[in-house]
């Protein structure tokens, strides 16, 4: 008995440093994440980086022949909330079954505190969407974009969007944040764009076959979006 109970007493002694050592890992990996986020905070907040101006101003995106066509382009600024882009297209295109669907791009040529692609008036964008993958985008394999489902008036819309921040394109608040940051300090720049793809949807619950027109759209036009918020050079 006084064997057994030995045994039990190392394997819990065992358990308990095992604990400690998962406890410490996970405070060391929290801590050194926050202290990341507070060095990009104060650079943002006290540096004011080069500004990067794109290469084309949108241009290479008003297309009239392919899969979708370039019908008119639109007004207005602050799309979802999203305030304060250096430059702002917004377009409406057309596939050949009269398909229309809204191309919106704020780009940033730079961020600084107050002037940020990730912004309070927008949060809503990353509590109410969904991860969907786009594959097969002709530039890269797979990307990982957010849905949302909203009311515009009496309509039922869906929009898709990303980051994408100097090339580099993510659909995380906290990742953008990071990546412009760390831009920022290493290369003294921090542009980066948020592009919209929207659709009017009639359900709110079954939208499949205006989400799988979405997907072509952003298959179709992803190579010409990306060489559209390249940096001039």
């Given at each position: ?7 039990e ?28 986020l507070?060095?990009?905070?104060s ?6 980086p ?14 009239t ?17 999203v ?13 050949s079954?009269g398909?229309?669907?809204?191309l919106?791009?704020a780009?940033?040529?730079y ?8 912004q309070y ?32 008036g ?9 980051y ?52 072509d ?6 190579p010409?979006?990306r060489k ?6």
């Open positions: 008995m006084g064997n057994v109970k030995k045994k007493s190392r394997n819990s002694s065992n358990q308990y440093w095992d604990f400690l050592k998962c406890m410490n890992r996970f405070d060391l990996a929290y801590y050194l994440a926050v202290s990341i507070i060095a990009i905070g650079y943002l907040l006290f540096y004011e080069a500004p990067v101006l794109i290469a084309n101003n949108f241009s290479g995106l008003k297309v022949d392919g899969k979708w066509q370039f019908i008119r382009e639109e007004g207005g600024r602050g799309y979802l909330g305030e304060g882009a250096d430059v702002e297209y917004s377009a409406t295109y057309r596939n079954s398909c229309e669907i809204l919106h791009i780009y940033y040529e961020q600084t505190q107050g002037k940020e692609i990730i008036k927008a949060e809503w964008l990353h509590y109410e969407s969904d991860i969907l993958d786009i594959k097969n985008t002709g530039l890269i394999n797979e990307m990982k974009v957010r849905k949302i489902i909203y009311k515009d009496k309509k039922n819309k869906m929009s898709i969007y990303w994408d921040i100097n090339g580099r394109i993510t659909s995380n608040a906290y990742e953008t944040k990071m990546i412009s940051g760390i831009d920022g300090i290493i290369h003294g720049t921090t542009n980066g764009a948020v592009v919209f793809v929207t659709i009017d949807i009639d359900s709110q619950v079954n939208h499949g076959r205006e989400q799988e027109e979405a997907h759209f952003i298959i179709s036009m992803y010409a979006i559209a918020i390249s940096a001039k050079t």
